[in-house]
């Protein structure tokens, strides 16, 4: 079932958000200009709402800051992080589109090992429109790639796959590491280029790096809730892992697939590990206790909507979690209140205003 006889892939120009969080003029739009100049963006400004951000011109976009946040989401607002990349989950709230693709303001479109610039938006769209293979793992990674298929001993009851709900990408240059890690390897670069893309298996739970994101807003959006982090929490850095544990529990309820591997892009700069350790190291400790927990998580068979997952997941943490410190309390009802907030400015009928600088 090689993709050799399928069509160019549609560049989803009408379905697909480019969600960029920001606090800083956007010129490294300038680079990705032939890669994300046709799609739609939605910049969400974290800090002082006052300061003007800079768009390059040409672009379409629309631009939120912590004052639009607290005029459309009103009492809800609280669930949205502040001085956190994490804010970026605001732009899936209040994007109208299928599919998104989230990036970082330091990210710069990469090269292959030819030389050729990476379109690493192309790739994340190819990724989320073919099947998933998390019941069965093949040895020559995804088999819905130009030059690649089943191998023997594949069941064919398995071979049409699942829908993939996340498309998750790479990095060259600086790591997505810890702060121990960038401590004992500040020089370290990642200049491996590999040539593969896989579905990470059912029960198997994977680190998810928001920097390089794409996913099925339709089919798993509610679960992409990036949770309370930054000013007036004990934890940061944890945003886009507490995202990905929950979505994939979600996703392999309900049975869709988390494709990594390629694309890569080229992460420029490397945050202060110092600052980084302050932000994370309740988060190294709880994770020893969060990770067990995930993976022993079991949602009830009634649970056939990601909203009701994610409601259950929310129980589940308040009971287990909560003892482990009071802060997941307050994120269990963060994730009720981030529910009630997409129900509400997801239903059918809201089309409502939202932000002050829309489509620019």
Known sequence: MAESSVSPTPLLKDELDIVIPTIRNLDFLEMWRPFFQPYHLIIVQDGDPSKTIKVPEGFDYELYNRNDINRILGSKASCISFKDSACRCFGYLVSKKKYIYTIDDDCFVAKDPSGKDINALEQHIKNLLSPSTPFFFNTLYDPYRNGADFVRGYPFSLREGVPTAVSHGLWLNIPDYDAPTQLVKPLERNTRYVDAVMTIPKSTLFPMCGMNLGFNRELIGPAMYFGLMGDGQPIGRYDDMWAGWCTKVICDHLGFGVKTGLPYIYHSKASNPFVNLKKEY????????????????????????????????????????????????????????????????????????????AAK
Do not use: H
């Open 282 to 357: 309740k988060g190294i400790y709880w994770q020893e206790e969060l990770i067990p927990f995930f993976q022993s998580a079991v949602l009830p068979k009634d649970c056939n909507t990601v909203q009701k997952c994610y409601i259950e997941l929310s129980k589940q943490v308040r009971a287990k979690l909560g003892k482990v410190d009071e802060y997941f309390i307050k994120l269990a009802d963060a994730m009720v209140t981030w529910i009630d907030a997409w129900d509400e400015l997801n239903s059918s009928g809201n089309s409502g205003e939202l932000a002050n600088g």
